[in-house]
């Protein structure tokens, strides 16, 4: 298993702690993102955890066009600029364009490249050119051996700065489920895996929204810790009932320490 660099962090490898990828789905302010990022950094803190923040500054594959996108790049930036320098930590965002990865590298230290863009070879390769940190979410129409191609493009470019993420797979209409062998699978491409225990709780395009249900995200969380993954994506709110992404899947501010503590537990155990 290869160590990979993210900011200060060292993450993979042998022996290491899990580490925690966590925040809103979307950036709705600035004093909203601040606050839950200082919770999360305390609380990691406090388990030993290696923390990178995630908040997204642009929601582009919104099941309805009117729904709630975000405050676009320049104010997103800002606001994960400042959770950077506020809390010394890094920070993880989507991109959805080529346009985006050089103005997104020079604050976030993890390009994430969205599931349903997960086989774009343009965006991927824009996104590892730019030598930052880039997190491929495997798409929910994917197999996990195919996440090679993917991982090819990123090494092509010069960039062996990778982490792989499952999020669930489709299950027919409107339903997602997770195949635990895909974590080992992708695992065996040598680079840190990442379970994203909230995205792979949706319900997509449940009229005209993406429902799920947050109940299921310990059981997953759980599981996928068990089988052996390296790191824990985990989106978040002080209120999931008023987000204005992904409501039903947020896990509560209140109860992520709770979770992460049997994460951590359990990941010792499975080491």
Request: contains cysteine; positive net charge.
């Given at each position: 298993?290869?160590?990979?660099?993210?900011?200060?962090?060292k993450?993979?490898?042998?022996g290491a702690p899990l580490?925690v990828?966590?925040?809103p789905?979307?950036?709705?302010?600035e004093?909203?993102?601040?606050?839950?990022?200082?919770t999360l950094?305390g609380?990691?803190?406090?388990?030993?955890?290696?923390?990178?923040?995630?908040?997204?500054?642009?929601k582009?594959?919104?099941?309805a066009?009117?729904?709630f996108?975000?405050?676009?790049?320049?104010?997103?930036?800002?606001?994960?600029?400042?959770?950077k320098?506020?809390?010394?930590?890094?920070?993880?965002?989507d991109v959805?364009?080529?346009a985006?990865?050089r103005?997104?590298?020079?604050?976030?230290?993890?390009?994430?490249i969205?599931?349903?863009?997960?086989r774009q070879?343009?965006?991927?390769?824009?996104?590892a050119?730019?030598?930052?940190?880039v997190?491929?979410?495997?798409?929910?129409?994917?197999?996990p051996?195919?996440?090679?191609?993917?991982?090819a493009?990123v090494?092509a470019?010069?960039?062996?700065?990778i982490?792989?993420?499952?999020?669930g797979?489709?299950?027919?209409?409107?339903?997602?489920?997770?195949d635990?062998?895909a974590?080992?699978?992708m695992?065996?491409?040598?680079?840190?895996?990442?379970?994203?225990?909230?995205h792979?709780?949706?319900?997509?395009?449940?009229?005209?929204?993406t429902?799920?249900?947050?109940?299921?995200?310990?059981?997953?969380?759980?599981?996928?810790?068990?089988?052996?993954?390296?790191?824990?994506?985990l989106?978040t709110?002080p209120?999931?009932?008023?987000?204005?992404?992904?409501?039903?899947n947020?896990?509560?501010l209140?109860?992520?320490?709770?979770l992460?503590?049997?994460?951590?537990?359990?990941?010792?155990?499975?080491?």
């Amino acid at each position: 298993m290869k160590t990979i660099r993210v900011g200060k962090l060292k993450l993979g490898g042998t022996g290491a702690p899990l580490f925690v990828i966590a925040g809103p789905c979307v950036i709705e302010n600035e004093t909203l993102t601040l606050r839950t990022a200082e919770t999360l950094v305390g609380i990691c803190t406090d388990l030993g955890l290696p923390f990178i923040f995630k908040a997204s500054f642009d929601k582009a594959n919104r099941t309805a066009g009117d729904s709630f996108r975000g405050p676009g790049l320049k104010r997103g930036l800002t606001t994960l600029a400042k959770v950077k320098r506020t809390f010394d930590v890094p920070v993880l965002t989507d991109v959805h364009d080529i346009a985006q990865c050089r103005p997104v590298a020079e604050v976030c230290d993890v390009l994430q490249i969205p599931a349903f863009l997960c086989r774009q070879t343009d965006l991927i390769q824009a996104a590892a050119r730019t030598q930052r940190c880039v997190n491929i979410k495997k798409g929910q129409f994917l197999a996990p051996t195919d996440a090679q191609h993917a991982v090819a493009k990123v090494e092509a470019a010069g960039n062996h700065n990778i982490m792989l993420t499952e999020r669930g797979t489709t299950f027919g209409y409107g339903n997602l489920v997770v195949d635990m062998r895909a974590l080992a699978i992708m695992r065996e491409l040598g680079y840190p895996v990442v379970f994203d225990a909230t995205h792979s709780v949706q319900m997509p395009g449940a009229g005209g929204y993406t429902g799920g249900d947050r109940r299921m995200v310990p059981v997953l969380a759980r599981a996928a810790i068990a089988a052996g993954c390296d790191g824990v994506f985990l989106e978040t709110h002080p209120n999931p009932a008023k987000a204005k992404s992904d409501a039903a899947n947020q896990v509560p501010l209140s109860q992520v320490r709770n979770l992460l503590t049997k994460l951590r537990d359990i990941h010792v155990v499975a080491a």
